[in-house]
């Protein structure tokens, strides 16, 4: 009899054992489904209605004449359409404007198209369509190179891969503090020597993009002094 019921124990044992590791299992699956459909598109928001101001901070180095050009503006973006695209994708019209000082009104200066083909989120600014987003988004695709994606995938210019610096952590883009924030750059920027070619994207949840920063500066060491420029674009 105690033989029996020894083994009529151990088999519940194994059994509740079994239910431990397949919940374990099945909620790992769940979360990973989460995570596929919560922390992606929501980084590349278009929402009608919202309107962003954005300050852009430009510099220009010339080497020949050893001088700095500075500039500075504020722009304002705002969605204006949803439409179809020849495709046949659902893009989002976006209208960047500037306020002119004299007409007392703001002025479009640009138009940007953004949309979301199966993982791509794609931003096409002059006709050239960039992928700013691979989708999902997970933390293990900031570990290596092999998770990045080409830039200009759609576009004809040379390939510039891009990746997940960080994920899902607070930014300060100089101007306030973000949560949740995804970043982007590229997966081999130089930085001195001769050239610089730095790319980098910050998107937070919810809101969109947040900073940029492109750096093509020369470094020259004749005369030791920058060309090329520098540009900086921060939401306010």
């Known amino acids: 009899m105690l033989k029996f019921e020894r083994l009529f124990m151990q088999n519940i044992s194994k059994k509740i054992i079994a239910l431990l590791v397949f919940s374990i299992i099945l909620n790992a699956c769940r979360n990973n489904s989460e995570e596929l459909k919560l922390k992606g598109d929501e980084y590349f928001t278009n929402q009608f209605g919202v309107v962003k101001y954005y300050q852009v901070d430009t510099f220009k180095f010339d080497n020949f004449t050893n001088k700095i050009v500075t500039s500075s503006f504020e722009y304002k973006e705002e969605i204006t359409n949803k439409l ?34 199966d993982n791509y989120a794609i931003e096409n600014i002059d006709n050239t369509p960039q992928v700013k987003m691979l989708f999902p988004i997970s933390n293990y695709k900031t570990k290596g190179s092999s998770y990045g994606w080409n830039l200009n995938m759609f576009n004809a210019l040379d390939e510039e891969k891009i990746k997940y610096s ?71």
Do not use: W
């Open 166 to 236: 960080a994920v899902f952590k607070p930014f300060f883009n100089g101007i306030n503090t973000y949560n949740d924030c995804v970043n982007m750059a590229l997966v081999k920027p130089e930085r001195g020597g001769i050239v610089n070619n730095i790319y980098e994207e910050v998107y937070a949840k919810n809101i969109g993009l947040v900073y940029r920063h492109i750096d093509k500066t020369d470094i020259l060491a004749i005369t030791g002094f920058k060309g090329g420029f520098e540009i900086f674009v921060r939401l306010k």
């Open 84 to 117: 179809i695209d020849l495709q046949g994708d659902t893009f989002y019209r976006i209208e960047l404007s500037r306020y002119n000082t004299i007409k007392l009104k703001y002025e479009i200066f640009k138009v940007i198209k953004r949309k979301i083909v």
